[in-house]
């Protein structure tokens, strides 16, 4: 997996919350992007890295996870490894011990695998959906979601600034349209991903004829 590119909020996504919000400071309009992006990356997991690799020690089962830099993981989506012979193992998310290889997090932090004996000595890749963390110093995030998503991205925050009350410009009907806007985005990012990232709707592929003897 390539790992994304990484930006920060432009000026120009800014200025244009503010064209449609001019009241508003614009601290509050940096927060609310900020916020939008956060709740995007939850709900779409739209921004994976490969945050291994992990190896596996005999006889150890439960492993510590973080996401690098100024991220945090949302959720663990895959792990994968290749076996000694070179066979493709691919553990499946799941609790229960009816299957061979597998994994769970009980904590946001942590990874718990199966079958220890039969992975040990392997490197695990594997693939975490995260999200920024506001820090003091950067806050910085795939630069693929503004490419593809910034509209939805800066409706999540007039959402968020059109629900302060006692602002001027505090607006119940604005904050739901602004809202809806955002959540069907994020609901089509999650459901791209099985197209291949692809924005295209699904469509099934015309086959030529053939003649069949």
Known sequence: MIPHRLTEIPESAIDEVLFEIP??????????IKKAIEEFCELSHYWKEDIGPVRVMPGCSDYEVSAY???????????????????????????????RYRFWQYTPFSITISSVDELSGLDLSVFAALKPIDCSSRFEFSESILIDYQDAILAGARARLYEVPRKP?????????????????????????????????????????????
């Not at 100024?70 to 792990?79: D, F, L, Q, R, T």
């Not at 602004?178 to 069907?184: A, K």
């Open 69 to 99: 830099g100024n991220a945090a993981i949302v959720s663990i989506v895959n792990i994968k490894t290749t076996s000694s012979d070179g066979r493709l193992i691919q553990l499946e998310r799941v609790s229960t011990d009816d299957v």
């Open 169 to 213: 410009w505090f607006d119940p009907a604005l904050h739901q349209k602004n809202r809806s806007i955002f959540v069907t985005a994020a609901s089509d990012a999650l459901r791209s991903q099985g197209r291949g990232y692809s924005r295209l709707p699904d469509r099934s592929s015309k086959q030529k004829a053939r003649s069949f003897y």
């Open 23 to 32: 009241e508003a400071p614009q601290d509050s309009v940096s927060w609310a």
